[in-house]
């Protein structure tokens, strides 16, 4: 069978810069949202407590406290978060059903501040929220379909169906830890994170629908017969970006790729919040 993507290189790779521009993987300036609001990504709050921003990101679960304070968590642990979004119970009317952005992309607009170390920003009315059209490839003039992920291998690799048969696919640009107990000779002191990686990627991606589009710097499999692609959610996620800014994964420095200036700067933000593997520490023997 013919391979789609690896025969229309120059079309897709204009296609994966616009999806990596949307997701805030490029880091580019855009057109500031009203009262002139500077856009950043949710990974990017460190670096702009004091400023009056739009922060956009995936919501992983909505908390509310005993004293009835509702947090807008945009990763599991909201302790090692880059970034928050708080309502406090005197404004807590004004939002009547906060769960409904539990697993959406949002874009969250206000004054950033720090509490605790920790950057958010105080909800006092509902406009400050906005859920973003999901930016889909199948938008874009001769977009590749999308696939569904039948199983989670690891933190890197997964099977998709492509409908003619299962294949399997590696992530370009990550080097996650292996889930076994058996140590992997290339890195043997970060394997101890293994499982947790693995389980964060079956969470993102099992039975999802994903789009596969490939690297013109890349071969187009590995030498394990494996597809080589940057694997993109329906709502625009770019799965790679998001495992190493979460802390999930390494940026793959051994062989060149287009976006790894972009995940260089994705993972030392991780390492600077001590995120997910960053934040572990290997089991002494």
């Not at 059903?97 to 170390?117: A, F, R």
């Not at 770019?238 to 993972?267: C, H, R, S, T, W």
């Amino acid at each position: 069978m013919k391979d789609f993507f690896y025969k229309n290189k120059i079309r897709i790779t204009v296609i994966v810069a616009a999806f990596l521009i949307a997701a805030s993987i490029l880091l580019a300036k855009t057109d500031p949202p009203p009262q002139s609001a500077k856009r950043i990504d949710c990974t990017e709050a460190p670096n702009h407590i004091g400023e009056y921003t739009c922060v956009s990101g995936k919501i992983d679960h909505v908390s509310t406290s005993k004293k009835g304070t509702i947090s807008l968590n945009f990763c599991p642990d909201y302790k090692t978060c880059p970034f928050s979004a708080v309502i406090f119970n005197e404004d807590a009317s004004k939002f009547p059903n906060p769960k409904q952005y539990e697993g959406k992309t949002l874009e969250i607009t206000g004054l950033i501040k720090s509490y605790q170390g920790r950057p958010e920003i105080v909800l006092k009315a509902p406009d400050q929220i906005k859920i973003p059209p999901p930016v889909r490839p199948s938008s874009a003039k001769g977009a590749p379909p999308g696939y569904t992920v039948v199983e989670v291998i690891d933190g890197d690799t997964i099977k998709v169906d492509i409908g003619e048969k299962i294949v399997t696919v590696r992530l370009i640009g990550i080097d996650a830890p292996e889930p076994t107990e058996i140590a992997n000779p290339h890195n043997q002191q970060n394997d101890y994170f293994g499982p947790e990686a693995a389980q964060y990627a079956k969470q993102l991606m099992e039975n999802q629908l994903v789009y596969l589009i490939p690297d013109p710097m890349q071969s187009n499999r590995d030498k394990y017969d494996r597809l080589l692609r940057y694997v993109f959610l329906e709502d625009g996620t770019l799965v790679n970006a998001k495992l190493i800014a979460d802390g999930y994964a390494y940026n793959y420095i051994y062989e060149p790729f287009q976006f790894m200036k972009q995940f260089d700067y994705l993972e030392k933000q991780a390492k600077e919040n001590r995120l997910g593997l960053w934040k572990a520490k290997k089991p002494k023997n």
